[in-house]
């Protein structure tokens, strides 16, 4: 054996214990280790690709150049555990348990209801907690930078925000800090000294890991290094495993050997010296950032212009712990066109300094580190970067532009432009003044030369193009500023203040007289959310493997419509640890089931409708080998036609689901003769993707007696997924249990595949008769399980000079996908919402659900609401632009505003606290006098454009369906006084048990941490409806009530005779009477909440032929006004403000409402600017992750929120009087206003160029449709493609 054969022992610490192992596998991940051999499940899987912060750990070092301890934050799931030999690892685990003590960080971010789902927490926890360690006086900036690049599908961030920056002693409305934990870093765990010491030995020998496929050589120095760089030349290096590890993982990168120089102390130099700084290569991005403030602090700015410009960069590169992780040599040396930093080394003419063997080597970075100060104020360097984010996502294109001028002189010596994401660099001017000739000059080079063919990977190569020159006229107009040394009239610079200045939330006071032992109406925190803050919460796949358990991994289609004519398993089933292949075939029941007369199949047979169909599953003793094996399975296709993907396809080929909808009221067609204008257009919505935090999977465990199985599964419908497994095996329902103890995050998207899943890996179960998990990897649940439904509204609009609109025709096509799932439903709530708060006497709605080759199309919060409330708020804001009026004011006057008002289907409701909500969020936000500014701000800015707007809402709560709106559940008394409180509804961050037992409290009149909600299980109560439609907590709520009046009732007896005993004296009385006596009393109450009882005989439902109907129990009503800013040059646009008026009736705790509407609203900001699905011509998902999907992070919120719960307010309704659950989906379509607003300001830019203010903008507002929107002298360089004549990169479906 050689001596890099030789298996090194690897150690390291975690949580204060050490950790010896002897064969270390250099592919396993910390968070896979930690997770499965640790058992410490508080660290998350949510992407693996170091996108999400879910799995952030802190990893501490001993530094043997600085003689210190470093600390910093990590993504887990990049992180080899071989890259630790010498580290200590500290997970949520190890700082803080509701058991021992809680770390202040876990209180704070749980008591400032900064926990939801809670799935993200533990991340978010340790990225603050590696903060304080470092820092424990930290700034506003600091934290945000630490959060940056953690991201949260549920709270919007204020509130985790609002939770640290009592850190910094800012205090916030809904969180008070009396009694908090103080911050003790003298109770931190300590640096092991042993550790310490083995890093000051510096044992120079080499460490070699070898696992099944890769071995790892870890030199102990630079001669070493080289030697083996030598002798391995294929072998890539690897320090921060950023770049090498997410291309094995992702993208079938092999390597059989990895070099890794992380041991190697030269590589970590820092040397500043005269004429600048030389980085070692491994030094990370942090400590480039790090070295680089320190030095811009100490110069002065004409000398650190290369330093700024990196810092620039530097701060929205990744998220803070890529950063820690990533190297300066790495980002450079991967060569990737996407990534930031070559581009400003090489315009600043850095070197590259090089080593092998050999000679080292000096290269120019133009040609390929070294930063060097620019000294000379004739000297100007900047760097530019545009990303679909506004931080932690990777630049679109980035560029890096330096100009030299003649000593004393406006001539230009030499420019060098840098352009990263479009090809080599090109533009080289000498000897011109640096005037508009010169621009001219440049922009027609650019614009000419830059190549960027327009299939190009990653597409939107008009806007990319366009940004080139953009990018190019800022740089010139930064110089010409300075040049001149004076004030230009217009603005340019990246002036965006990214730090979060302002939240406010106003909430609602309880009575004085509630007695204060009452939780009803107060801000309680989330039940569970100190167990999620300590990563003590768990969700299904932390609950530990069970004796021989195994793994599922589905085999899906590639093709969109084919025949599918052979499936291959063998090899598959070859590979050693595969324990069986499944398909149709394998189904012990019904591989098909009806779903409103459409056939659905589990496994696809004979023909597949799109990519991601579920063909197959491997069975396999572990995740990895399930998934390696997966990919070895064979399918052979023929394609079948037609095959289309877009709506418009669709319409050409008539494909629909039915049934068809329409609902109308009034006389359309004669109206349109009355009206003064006549308005004709169409508006498009893109879909959306969940991204809840946890992705979908179960556990299946049989329990091998009479078919019985349980399944520990993340389904918002545990009714359904136990029916769609019994049958799938063939087994009555009353053998499956459907155990949910929590989803991290559901949001809509699982409530039906789930069933599917469940039933895959319940057959395999079966099969094997073995416990069964299925976890789906974030790429496969992104690309098999669905999201929200694109729409297209074509509409007609007729109207009068003053706005009012007459008549409107609006016909809805949705894309449903290949089946049917919820699509029709869905459709129905769009045409059900079709009117918002505006009576439109004549109106008409057709809903199409059209049929594609694409995955199917799914429930996700709003269910269709958002799209037909868009659709119509879109038509007023055209009308108003038509009618030179301002959208406010013909939003106003087409509101409903008679007491008795009655809805296009004919439902009467009183829009009296919408006026309420509108009136007062346009005095909160201060509107009039906003929109005055605003004006003002346009008139005196050329390249930056404000917009602002408004709208009401009003929207139906509860199933249109009647037979959903029921509620069950079970409470049971035991005999020492505490509660045990079951119900149908399932806990996925939206707080449903934490007001099940506020209510449970107040009728039995015990504390609430005497009442506890252990988990949903379809065997304690049968047949619940979904989770879902803003009605879970109502219906849940009202049943909880029923079943704790039932068992008051029934203690009555035993407290009468003795009213001066405690409770627990009363229930032991009871349950000993009911065992003993006839008079006695059972102590457990079931609550049902069927149509009768809630709604006192009222039913919901619609008569579709008639078009009218009750559609829902009532309606929340709020209102919301954004303004933002963009830059017209870019399409970069800032979230300045948003204030919300909403309607939760008597809140039942406002914090919970509070957080629902902030994320909710968060999620429709991404919905309507920034989540955009990208779909191949071949109808393949190409966003499968987080580096290509970007969800809202920490940067996108409005640097002022201001939520105001509606006061006053009642609800007849629903329990006490609150809209209980009735605020989870509506504030998602707040995220229009966020679009509107956009799209106001791109009217202003449009405007200054003499263009008309009426154009087309489909939703979401990205960049490039921003950009592309303002027209200018730039876009009108860049000379479109024919249409038709080349393949795009991505289709709009
Ligand atoms: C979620 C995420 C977001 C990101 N966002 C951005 C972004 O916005 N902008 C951006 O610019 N980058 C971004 N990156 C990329 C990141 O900056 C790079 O992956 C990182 O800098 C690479 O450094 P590393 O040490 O991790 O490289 P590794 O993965 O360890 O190695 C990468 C490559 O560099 C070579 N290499 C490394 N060191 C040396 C050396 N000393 N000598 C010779 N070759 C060497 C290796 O052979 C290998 O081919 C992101 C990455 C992730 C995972
Ligand atoms: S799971 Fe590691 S960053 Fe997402
Ligand atoms: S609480 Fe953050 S993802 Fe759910």
Not at 435 to 442: P, S, V
Not at 669 to 698: C, N, P, R, S, W
Not at 863 to 882: C, D, K, N, R, Y
Not at 1151 to 1162: C, P, R
Request: proline content about 4%; hydrophobic content about 40%.
């Amino acid at each position: 054996m050689t001596d890099d054969m030789k298996h090194s022992r690897l150690v390291f610490y975690v949580n204060g214990k050490q950790i010896a192992e002897q064969n270390a596998d250099p592919e396993e991940m910390l968070l896979t280790y930690l997770r499965k051999k640790g058992g410490l499940t508080g660290t998350k899987y949510a992407c693996g690709s170091g996108g999400c912060g879910a799995c952030t750990v802190m990893v501490s070092r001993y530094d043997p150049l600085s003689a210190r301890v470093l600390h910093c934050s990590v993504n887990a799931c990049l992180l080899p555990i071989v890259s630790l030999h010498g580290a200590a690892v500290v997970t949520v685990e190890g700082i803080g348990s509701t058991k021992a003590k809680l770390h202040p960080v876990q209180e704070r971010i749980a008591r400032a209801h900064g926990s939801q789902c809670g799935f993200c927490t533990p991340g978010m926890v340790m990225s603050m907690y590696t903060l304080l360690r470092n820092k424990p006086q930290p700034s506003l900036e600091d934290i945000h930078e630490a959060l940056a690049g953690n991201l949260c599908r549920c709270t919007g961030y204020r509130p985790i925000v609002d939770g640290f920056k009592t850190f910094c002693s800012i205090s916030s409305e809904l969180f008070h800090m009396d009694g908090v934990l103080p911050l003790d870093p003298s109770q931190d765990l300590i640096f092991p000294p042993e550790l310490m010491l083995m890093a000051q030995k510096q044992d120079g020998g080499r460490l070699c890991f070898q696992g099944d496929r890769v071995k790892w050589i870890s030199p102990g120095d630079l001669a070493d290094l080289l030697e083996l760089r030598a002798a391995h030349p294929d072998a890539p290096l690897a320090v921060g495993n950023t770049n090498v590890g997410p291309n094995m993982m992702f993208k079938g990168d092999v390597h059989p050997l990895i070099i890794s120089p992380r041991r190697v102390l030269d590589l970590y130099t820092v040397c500043w010296e005269k004429n600048g700084v030389t980085f070692g290569s491994s030094c990370s991005l942090s400590k480039v950032k790090e070295e680089l403030q320190g030095a811009v602090r100490r110069l002065h700015p004409g000398e650190s212009r290369v330093f700024q410009a990196l810092l620039i960069t530097l701060r929205c590169l990744a998220g803070k712990q890529i950063r820690n992780m990533a190297t300066i040599g790495g980002n450079i040396l991967s060569a990737d066109p996407k990534y930031d930093l070559s581009c400003i080394l090489a315009a600043a003419g850095c070197t590259l300094q090089v080593v092998s063997k050999g000679t080292p080597l000096t290269l120019s970075m133009s040609a390929t580190m070294l930063a060097h100060y620019s000294t000379h104020w004739w000297e100007f360097v900047s760097v530019f970067r545009q990303a679909q984010r506004r931080e932690f996502a990777f630049s679109i294109i980035n560029a890096g532009m330096k100009v030299v001028f003649r000593e004393g002189t406006d001539m230009v010596q030499s420019l060098n432009v840098f352009y990263g994401g479009m090809g080599p660099p090109l533009l080289r001017v000498r000897r011109m003044s640096w005037n508009e000739g010169l621009l001219e000059e440049a922009c027609s080079l650019l614009a000419d030369e830059v190549a960027l063919p327009p299939t190009a990977h990653g597409g939107k190569v008009e806007f990319r193009r366009t940004l080139s020159l953009s990018f190019f006229f800022k740089f010139y107009m930064q110089v010409l500023q300075e040049l001149r040394q004076e004030r230009l009239r217009h603005l340019y610079r990246s002036s965006y203040c990214a730090l979060i200045i302002h939240h406010l939330s106003k909430t609602q006071m309880v009575s004085e007289i509630q007695s204060c032992e009452d939780p009803v109406g107060r801000p309680r925190v989330h039940m569970a959310s100190f167990q999620q803050a300590t990563g003590e919460a768990k969700y299904y796949d932390d609950l530990p493997a069970i004796s021989g358990e195994l793994f599922v991994f589905m085999v899906t289609s590639t093709r969109a419509h084919a025949k599918i004519t052979s499936v291959d398993a063998s090899e598959a089933l070859r590979t050693p640890g595969v324990v069986t292949f499944l398909s149709a075939q394998d189904v012990p029941g019904q591989n098909r089931r009806l779903w409103f007369n459409n056939t659905e199949e589990l496994f696809a047979e004979e023909e597949v409708c799109c990519v991601g169909q579920i063909i197959g599953a491997v069975v396999a003793e572990s995740r990895e080998l399930a998934k390696r094996a997966a990919e070895r399975v064979l399918v052979t296709y023929e394609d079948l036609t037609p095959v289309f993907f877009t709506i418009e396809e669709a319409i050409q080929h008539q494909s629909f689901f039915n049934p068809k909808r329409k609902l109308e009221r009034g006389n359309v067609a004669e109206a349109f003769g009355k009206v003064d204008h006549i308005l004709e257009g169409e508006m498009y919505m893109g879909g959306q993707e969940h991204f809840y935090m946890e992705t979908q999977g179960l556990i299946a465990v049989p329990r091998g007696e009479d078919g019985e199985m349980d399944l520990y599964v993340a389904t918002q419908h545990a009714a359904l997924t136990q029916e769609v497994v019994g049958h799938t095996l063939g087994v009555d329902s009353n053998k499956i249990t459907c155990h949910v103890k929590r989803l991290g995050g559901g949001f809509g998207g699982k409530v039906m595949k789930i069933a599917s899943l469940s039933a895959i890996a319940a057959t395999a179960a079966y099969k094997t008769g073995w416990p069964v998990r299925c976890v789906l990897d974030r790429g496969d649940d992104m690309l098999i399980t669905g999201g929200r439904h694109p729409f297209l509204g074509k509409y007609k609009v007729g109207f009068m000079k003053d706005g009012t609109i007459l008549a409107a025709d609006i016909t809805y096509y949705s894309n449903g996908g290949c089946t049917l799932d919820e699509s029709s439903f869905i459709m129905e709530k769009a045409l059900l919402h079709m009117d918002n708060g505006y009576k439109i006497p004549n109106l008409r709605g057709r809903g199409f659900v059209c049929k594609t080759y694409l995955p199917s199309y799914t429930a996700f919060r709003g269910f269709g609401g958002p799209q037909g409330l868009t659709i119509i708020e879109s038509v007023l804001h055209e009308v108003a632009a038509e009618c030179g009026l301002p959208a406010e004011e013909v939003r106003a006057i087409n509101m409903y505003s008679e007491e008795e008002s009655c809805t296009h289907h004919k439902q009467l409701f009183c829009p009296r606290d919408m006026v309420r909500c509108w009136d007062e969020c346009l005095e909160k936000s201060a509107y009039p006098s906003r929109r005055l500014a605003i004006q003002q701000f346009n008139r005196s800015n050329r390249w930056r454009k404000r917009g602002i707007c408004a709208v009401p809402l009003k929207f139906g709560i509860g199933f249109s369906k009647g037979f959903n709106n029921q509620g069950a559940a079970l409470v049971n008394i035991y005999k020492d006084g505490s509660v045990l409180v079951t119900h149908g509804g399932t806990e996925m961050g939206q707080g449903i048990n934490t007001k099940a037992v506020q209510i449970a409290s107040r009728i039995l009149r015990v504390p609430m941490s005497r009442i506890h909600i252990k988990e949903t299980c379809t065997g304690n109560v049968p047949n619940a409806a979904p989770s879902a439609a803003s009605f879970g907590t109502d219906a849940v709520g009202m049943a909880v009530k029923d079943a704790c009046e039932k068992l008051m009732e029934r203690l009555e007896l035993v407290m009468k005779a003795n009213p001066k005993w405690t409770w627990s004296q009363w229930v032991i009385t009871a349950a000993e009477l009911y065992c003993t006596s006839r008079d006695g009393v059972t102590l457990a109450g079931r609550g049902e909440t069927s149509r009768d009882v809630f709604m006192r005989g009222s039913h919901t439902s619609v008569d579709w032929e008639k078009s009218e109907g009750m559609a829902y129990y009532y309606f929340t009503f709020g209102a919301c006004c954004s303004e933002v800013e963009i830059d017209c040059l870019t399409g970069d646009h800032k979230n300045i403000r948003t204030d919300i008026v909403m309607d939760v009736g008597k809140s039942l705790n406002p914090a919970i409402d509070v957080g629902q509407i902030e994320g909710g609203f968060v999620q429709g900001l991404g919905l309507y600017t920034i989540e955009e699905l990208q779909f191949s011509p071949e109808g393949v998902l190409r966003t499968r992750g987080p580096d290509q999907y970007k969800i809202p992070a920490l940067c996108d919120i409005p640097s002022k929120l201001n939520v105001h719960l509606l006061a006053d307010a009642h609800n007849p309704n629903a329990i006490y009087s609150s809209k209980a659950s009735g605020i989870g989906e509506p504030p998602v379509f707040f995220g229009c206003t966020v679009f509107f607003a956009i799209k106001e300001a791109i009217a202003a830019a449009r405007r200054e160029s003499g263009l008309s203010s009426r154009f087309t903008l489909s939703s979401p507002a990205t960049v490039d449709k921003i950009r592309m929107a303002c027209v200018d002298q730039f876009t009108e360089k860049i000379r479109s493609p024919e249409p038709g004549s080349f393949t795009p990169w991505a289709i709009n479906v």
